[in-house]
């Protein structure tokens, strides 16, 4: 591989702007070093697990804004049926109240445990750009000696 190919491999590496295809390829033309083909794999591989997270809180985040819609519907509800009394209904309703609040304290937790997640790929994702970006340098210093 010719150098200036391999220093444009490595500029890539260094921005972290390596697509699955291009590792892909990489892969099959053994054009970096296995361990740093690995690792950008793992690299990707955490980019995936991130963006799931992400989508997972934006569901949970639209199901609390549901819940919430239907909290006003059921409060409506019930402060229609205040001056009939107690009835099954408005027992229906505030049963119906408080399940939906059970659901938001979950909901809100899976949010919380999914943010800490993300905080701890991120972290991971930022230890494995700081041994890339040393190996980088490692690569770059060798085809310095070499020339």
Do not use: C
């Not at 490595?10 to 390829?25: F, I």
């Not at 690792?39 to 991130?50: E, S, V």
């Not at 006003?72 to 027992?91: A, H, M, Q, W, Y």
Request: overall charge neutral; glycine content about 4%.
């Amino acid at each position: 591989m010719a150098r200036a190919e391999r220093a444009t491999l490595l500029d890539k590496v260094d921005g972290g702007s390596v697509s699955a295809e291009e590792l892909s390829k990489w892969r099959e033309a053994s054009a970096l070093p296995p361990k740093m083909l690995e690792t950008l794999g793992t690299l990707a591989a955490l980019k995936a697990k991130r963006a799931e997270g992400a989508r997972k809180v934006a569901a949970h985040s639209a199901h609390i804004e549901a819940t919430f819609t239907n909290q006003t519907r059921l409060r409506e509800n019930i402060k229609s049926l205040e001056n009939v009394g107690k009835n099954t209904l408005t027992d229906r309703y505030l049963k119906d109240l408080d399940k939906e609040e059970d659901g938001l304290i979950q909901t809100r937790r899976t949010i919380g445990s999914l943010e800490e997640d993300d905080a701890t790929i991120v972290a991971k994702m930022d230890a494995i750009r700081l041994s890339l970006a040393s190996e980088v340098r490692k690569l770059r210093a060798e085809a310095t000696d070499v020339a």
